[in-house]
């Protein structure tokens, strides 16, 4: 049973490059890793998901070290309206387990 | 675009009312979940379906129960309300009839519930 872990909050300012880095030292074979963003208000919306290396689209990159034991969500040149609180999810193949962390607040500065 | 609707943003019960928990999805998906959400602790789920009439139970499904009648639908119940039941609760659902399907969830805008 993966355990997700992520640090509660950031800060950054605009035009920097946040990284949001994900534990989950249990993660097995299977499982894929999913980041979610959620705004004050409403629910989670997907930005991204991945199984190992490298995943990029247009908002964002995610990278997976070979172990799969951690993962970290990159942000691009950060604005005003990036501040949210990022969500990592592990979804297990076994045992129909899905893990949220408990969530980055991600503070991002004029 | 998909559109995950839930009933009420926000709902003030006593303590021991039966709760009802409504949720509508408008893209036809198999699976459907429910969520609470609480401050460090994330998202955790309760119960999900992926079919009418069939449901599972996630990692905290005690005091909560569920209906799927139709696919579109999904209700979570809260047989005796309780005050540490309070938090938000948040609907999901995607496509294909396994959890595992990879395909990312979409969530309602969540309703935020108070028992007093």
């Known amino acids: 049973l993966a355990k997700t872990t992520q640090p509660i909050s950031m800060d950054s300012y605009e035009g920097q490059e946040v990284n949001i880095t994900c534990s989950h030292n249990?993660?097995?074979?299977?499982?894929?890793i999913t980041w979610y963003q959620q705004f004050p208000s409403q629910g989670p919306r997907f930005i991204i998901q991945?199984?190992?290396t490298k995943v990029t689209n247009e908002v964002a990159s995610l990278f997976i070290p070979a172990d799969r034991k951690s993962s970290t969500l990159s942000l691009p040149r950060v604005s005003l309206s990036d501040t949210a609180v990022y969500y990592c999810?592990?979804?297990?193949?076994?045992?129909?387990?899905?893990?949220f962390g408990g969530g980055t607040r991600v503070l991002v500065k004029p | 675009d998909v559109k995950v609707t839930q009933s009420s943003r926000y709902l003030v019960k006593r303590t021991g009312e039966k709760v009802f928990l409504e949720c509508v999805q408008d893209?036809?998906?198999?699976?459907m979940f429910w969520y609470r959400q609480d401050p460090g602790l994330g998202l955790r789920l309760i119960y999900f379906?992926?079919?009418?009439?069939?449901?599972e139970k996630g990692d905290i499904p005690e005091g909560y129960s569920v209906s799927r009648e139709k696919k579109e639908r999904f209700s979570l119940i809260l047989e005796s309300a309780s005050t540490n039941q309070t938090s938000m609760y948040l609907c999901?659902?995607?496509?294909?009839?396994?959890?595992?399907?990879?395909?990312?969830?979409?969530f309602g805008d969540g309703t935020r519930l108070s028992i007093l």
């Open positions: 999901a659902s995607t496509f294909l009839g396994q959890i595992y399907s990879n395909q990312p969830q979409h």
């Open positions: 249990n993660i097995a074979t299977n499982d894929y």
């Open positions: 991945g199984y190992k």
């Open positions: 999810l592990v979804e297990e193949a076994a045992g129909n387990k899905l893990t």
């Open positions: 893209m036809d998906h198999e699976n």
């Open positions: 379906s992926y079919d009418v009439k069939m449901k």
